[in-house]
């Protein structure tokens, strides 16, 4: 079975400084990994995903995120935080093995960036 | 914008009825995803369909069923309501299925009291 961690129920940074959100996965094949953000009232929108390849993963408004297979591991990054970043943040992962093209998402990370 | 509608926004309905939740895929896109959305639950999979069909099935109880339609809108029918049912409801939609990212809908609020 296929399952996602977010560790973090809420991450706290100051504006301007570097923010993670972090993200493990459970597959028995291969992953496929997504990262969503909800702003309140709204749907979820796609940030980036890993299918294969280059381990770190560039997406948009200026969020990437690291590939690591040995620690099971795809953490969102971003080098500056913005207030506007403040948002709800999601982790998905298929496997690949699995037979089904369901994606299991986590709990969710709030993040709140500090004027 | 993300290409994806859903009507109704809000619904209001009382336990014991049925609703009806309807789903616009982005032009183009041929697979339908259904989830829903609690404090508790978090985001939970219901039911997934491409070009017509039924691919995946998520945690959807017995008294909810889907269906895609020729045209590839979507609709999620919710019978016999309970209070526990009320949550977001979305719906996602992908050009195809596995590698290809969801987009999702602005969501249908559907409150049972």
């Known amino acids: 079975a296929q399952s996602v961690a977010q560790p973090e129920d809420q991450v706290n940074v100051a504006e301007g400084n570097p923010l993670t959100v972090k993200c493990t996965y459970s597959v028995s094949g291969n992953p496929y990994l997504f990262w969503y953000v909800q702003y309140p009232n709204r749907g979820l929108q796609f940030l980036l995903k890993y299918i294969t390849g280059d381990n770190l993963v560039k997406g948009s408004y200026g969020f990437e995120a690291e590939f690591n297979k040995s620690q099971t591991s795809f953490h969102l990054k971003k080098p500056s935080a913005l207030v506007s970043d403040s948002a709800l943040y999601f982790c998905a992962v298929r496997d690949d093995g699995a037979g089904s093209y369901q994606l299991t998402f986590g709990k969710g990370t709030k993040l709140s960036v500090i004027p | ?113």
Do not use: M
Not at chain 2, 35 to 48: E, M, R
Not at chain 2, 54 to 78: T, V
Not at chain 2, 89 to 108: D, I, K, V
């Open chain 2, 1 to 113: 914008d993300s290409g994806v509608t859903q009507t109704p926004k809000h619904l209001i309905t009382a336990t014991g009825q049925r609703v009806t939740l309807r789903c616009s895929p982005r032009s183009g896109d041929l697979s339908v995803y259904w989830y829903q959305q609690s404090l508790d639950q978090g985001l939970q999979f219901l039911i997934q369909y491409y070009n017509g069909e039924e691919r995946a099935k998520g945690n959807i109880l017995e008294r909810f069923s889907a269906q895609q339609f020729p045209d590839l809108h979507s609709e999620l029918n919710l019978s016999s309501l309970e209070l526990g049912d009320s949550a977001l409801y979305f719906c996602a939609s992908s050009a195809g299925e596995g590698l290809h990212e969801q987009y999702f809908g602005p969501g249908t609020r559907l409150t049972v009291t």
